[in-house]
């Protein structure tokens, strides 16, 4: 899957990168130098390494250079708890000075244990196309995510099995190529034994951008840990942004940083609090769902699907008991082969009703508000 912007790209396959090199730092080899990063709030552990620690003269040492096309740098297992900080600002001016600028900010957590998931709170100002998002809490568990934006309300729908958020990202050829020189060996980035790269333009594939970006680097770091993979990136240059404006004459300041942080400490991934849901984890819904029902799925109360195994009949008179409890009425009712529609209204809320079965002997089960 082709990739459309360089750092937006590069956002979600550093990301993956991380989600999948979860893997602990050597904490063994100590008071070597200290580069420290962001802390993620998410977090009680400290970016500092432990001042406490042995010397670390006859540390081993990474290798002179890494190849930044070997995918081992930023794939692994799913085996580690971590925490992560990314953020992407872009600044420049228009023909008529005026100001135009953007940013993306993302912080947040993976987890094995005590139970897998993930949970990722981003903010977003300027970006072409998602103007009026700015905020998302985004919450992926083993048996349903869900998604809060505030102009939207919460979005829930089920999981049947569980993947990371960033698993259809991780195809990272063209973004990165050939080799980056060390340029110093022995620091610490969040107590973790690594060793800084240096990257350079030609390190920057032209194939990773979108037709007419431009990017020139001026600046870009690479922290690798000894065990291999990536824990942190910097990169400062100039250049143009299709993910905050299309217009490809105007070129401005880049900064993109990212820091991944593994954890030891347990991480429990629980839902938006913003979502209001029951002890099973299922949203409240004004919508009738039976006690049965598999699959469901809640897009802000105003769309709700789900599955049942209740016959067409006993599912009918299920919701329309339910709903005359709430006082409403049917104005309209039609069967259309084995799909039966109906329409409820009380005042000024209409609610439709369409159940069909799903070819596995099931119903299907469509509500939706207006």
Known sequence: MRKNKLFLFLTI?????????????????NNAGNDTGNKNENSDSQADEDQNEPSGQNLPTGPNEISLENQDLYLDYFDKNYLMDFSYTFSGEDSTGADVSGSFEMSGKYAVDPVQGADFEMTMEGLAGAEEVG???????????????????????????FSSPFDSFSDTEGMFVGTAELEEK??????ILADRYKLTQENISNTGLEIGETFELEEGLIWVAREGYMIKLVMEGKGNSLAITDNLDLLGDIKYDILFIPSDDPIIISPPAECDVDEAGQPGSKFPITEDATNISNIADQIVTYTTAMSQSDLQEFVKNEMENQGYSITTQSISGSTVSIQFVNGSSTINFIAFPDGTGKISVNFSSF
Request: hydrophobic fraction near 35%; glycine fraction near 10%.
């Open 186 to 191: 022995g620091v610490r980035i969040s107590g």
């Open 13 to 29: 396959l550093i990301i993956t990168a991380l989600a999948c090199s979860a893997t602990s730092g050597d904490n063994d080899a």
């Open 135 to 161: 905020y998302i809490h985004f919450v992926d568990t083993p048996t349903r995510d869900y998604v809060y934006i505030p102009a939207s309300g919460c979005i829930s729908f089920g999981n049947n099995e």
